[in-house]
């Protein structure tokens, strides 16, 4: 995610930009962010996470919504376009136009190099202090078959685990999901990671 060339902007004028731009671009404290294009694995795993969690939500109050869905997070301090969005009974809307989520219940982000310390960071600071119907906030990695849950308790704190490996599998229990690690990363191929150097 690189910033795009303009000076600070209001919410409602990146809204009149964002509607009529053909790339993707995310919002945050007045600065406008083109979003990169997406690898083989990225686009792989969002389309199979999708696919799962679509299938087991079928007949129930949530639905899934796509990568192209905005969220607004706080005073209209941040919008951002999540991979995976999951809205239970009936969504909430910024606006007339319908197309910026208020409501989300969990958020997937599929990790990549060029955002990753973002959505570990600001980005879910973001999301937990100012988005009360979240409830999971969960982080797929594409350099390794390892997913990451941070699950908000009663108590306002969040719980992390995770699964690694392609014989684990992940449940969700906000949504009552589960996500098995050899259908997330179904023909995904995952380039071996640098060894370690030595000491």
Known sequence: MSRAKS???SADEYLALERDSVVRHEYLDGQ????????????????????EVRSQLKGRECQVLSPNMK???GESKLFSYPDLTVVCGEPMFHDRHGDILLNPVVIFEVLSASAEAYDRGEKFLRYRNHIATLTDYVLVSQRRPVIEHLARRPDGQWLFSDAEGLSASLFIDSIGCRLDLAEVYARVVIAPLDPL???
């Open 32 to 51: 406008i962010y083109e979003m990169a294009g997406e690898s083989l694995q990225h686009s792989q795993i969002c389309v199979n996470l999708i696919g």
């Open 197 to 199: 150097p030595e000491a």
């Open 7 to 9: 000076p600070y902007c």
């Open 71 to 73: 969220i607004r997070t």
